[in-house]
């Protein structure tokens, strides 16, 4: 099933001047309260005033969205002036911005170094979802996800996960105004999912410090149970997710025997279905009310049997768990097609009788390439496409 556009797509494509930082000056996006305090403190803070200045400075960078030390208007003027002589707190730039029919936004983001990546949004009746990339490119490969096809470059670092959230808060317009108390209304960012391009758990340290300033109290302040981070199975951090982060978990599982894993996710030929089930069985957040979901894209004719769907339950007995299952999202060159809709609710029948949730994700944002699965930089298919015209 493909959904067709209601209304046209609309794109705005922002051509920002390129910012070329004074090299001195340290960004303060994307430090962990402990390195916040470390830098002002190199810079000059009396340590006795740190811990308080460190509380300021998160606040008005986290809470209010001011990126100018001068209207930092609690501080005293000269500390000001001296803040901005050594700090500044810069954001990854917007260079373009799609809007599905649907509502969905795609934003293409450009990071140090010239490279960017991908970050969405999606709008529901109930919640606003950020889907948010951990590195520039992938190392996984999985055949199925475009994303894949897109060597892995680098990491993305703290300044630059967080800061994600930080553009799509300030393109829906949710700081606070000047002056004025923090807006109570239904947030529109209200969950976070590492879903976009790239392993998270490849990335831990940086995913790790930039969550924690996404659910910190005096800041951002989303629920631990308002992220989600998905991995295709990296088992030994695992354990660590649980520990150091605290956030829900997703599983990119996909298929129900090694042979059809290794060939559509092939980080299980380094740990297979069995030695991951083991880890999400310890997992130490593991419970009825904090559920593994597991993610199963929809493949036709390759994933999608009655007997797949009860092979899948006999795997995840005993985990409490639900299952999304995702209706494949085509690309071009893609060696796969999506199940029919009649085989997929067949599927999604076997699994919520035996006692499980088995929601069907409805495709959102595949006229402007933003569904589950494709996201790819556009500049990555820019380049490709001028390679291609210069074989040619």
Known sequence: MTIEPTAPITQDVMTLPRQTPAAEKVNLVGLTRPQLREALIAAGTPEKQAKMRVDQLWQWIYQKGVRDFAQMTNLAKAYRVQLAESFEIRLPEVTSRQVSADGTRKYLVRIEGGHEVETVYIPEADRGTLCISSQVGCTLTCSFCHTGTQKLVRNLTAAEIIGQVMVARDDLGEWPEPGRAPKNETRL?????????????????????????????????????RITLSTSGVVPEIARTAEEIGCM???????????????????????PIAELLDALRAYPKLSNSERITFEYVMLKDVNDSDEDARRLLRLIKGIPAKINLIPFNEWPGSPYQRSDWARIERFADIIYKAGYAAPIRTPRGEDIMAACGQLKSASERARNARRANAAS
């Not at 059809?260 to 740990?271: E, F, H, T, Y």
């Open 189 to 225: 960012l209200s969950n976070i999912v590492l879903m976009g391009m790239g392993e998270p758990l490849y990335n831990f340290d940086a995913v790790r410090d930039a969550m924690l300033i996404a659910m910190d109290g005096e800041g951002i302040s989303l629920s631990r149970r």
């Open 249 to 271: 978990l997703a599983i990119s599982f996909h298929a129900t025997t090694d042979p059809v894993r290794d060939k559509l996710v092939p980080i299980n030929k380094k740990w």
